[in-house]
């Protein structure tokens, strides 16, 4: 599997399959994707895309640090779900972050995500909340050491 760069419109095409098959472009599209500072990563089997992952500079909602960025609309097709992809962009990113002085990388994840995210070195903030058409939801966030 190789991680790389990807466009905002390759991205939205796997939001569209896993996250929101059925719901209106405004659910996949997000503020800022197409703008310069937006990173979008995508795994790929081959020539085959099978993940994407975007973060997008925006402060942390808990307002402790500026230089953040959000991961918004991580998602991996069916097939290779359970593989792996996930945690390799999710990786990706936060080195990517780090990078270029990034000192906080936060999201809002399912509820099922938790343990997922704090594998990863996330911890959920405060209580779970719900989000309309999604369902029940933390706040992760990971501080650089």
Same mark, same amino acid.
């Not at 089997?45 to 975007?54: E, I, K, S």
């Not at 509820?111 to 594998?119: G, S």
């Given at each position: 599997?190789?991680?790389? @760069?990807? @466009?905002?419109?390759?991205?939205?095409?796997?939001?569209?399959?896993?996250?929101?098959?059925?719901?209106?472009? @405004?659910?996949?599209?997000?503020?800022?994707?197409?703008?310069? @500072?937006?990173?979008?990563?995508?795994?790929?089997?081959?020539?085959?895309?099978?993940?994407?992952?975007?973060?997008?500079?925006?402060?942390?909602?808990?307002?402790?640090? !500026?230089?953040?960025?959000?991961?918004?609309?991580?998602? !991996?097709?069916?097939?290779?779900?359970?593989?792996? &992809?996930?945690?390799?962009?999710?990786?990706?990113?936060?080195?990517?972050?780090?990078?270029?002085? &990034?000192?906080?990388?936060?999201?809002?994840?399912?509820?099922?995500?938790?343990?997922?995210?704090?594998?990863?070195?996330?911890?959920? &903030?405060?209580?779970?909340?719900?989000?309309?058409?999604?369902?029940?939801?933390?706040?992760?966030?990971?501080?650089?050491?």
């Amino acid at each position: 599997m190789e991680i790389r @760069s990807i @466009s905002f419109l390759q991205a939205r095409s796997i939001r569209r399959e896993v996250l929101r098959p059925c719901g209106p472009e @405004s659910e996949i599209a997000y503020p800022g994707d197409a703008g310069e @500072s937006a990173r979008h990563f995508g795994a790929f089997d081959g020539d085959r895309l099978t993940g994407v992952a975007t973060f997008l500079p925006e402060p942390c909602p808990d307002g402790q640090e !500026t230089a953040a960025w959000r991961l918004r609309g991580m998602a !991996t097709i069916r097939p290779a779900q359970g593989r792996g &992809v996930g945690g390799q962009l999710l990786q990706h990113g936060i080195e990517r972050a780090s990078a270029v002085g &990034v000192t906080v990388i936060w999201c809002y994840g399912r509820t099922t995500a938790r343990a997922f995210y704090e594998r990863h070195g996330f911890r959920a &903030v405060g209580e779970e909340f719900a989000l309309p058409n999604s369902g029940p939801h933390y706040l992760f966030v990971l501080r650089a050491a």
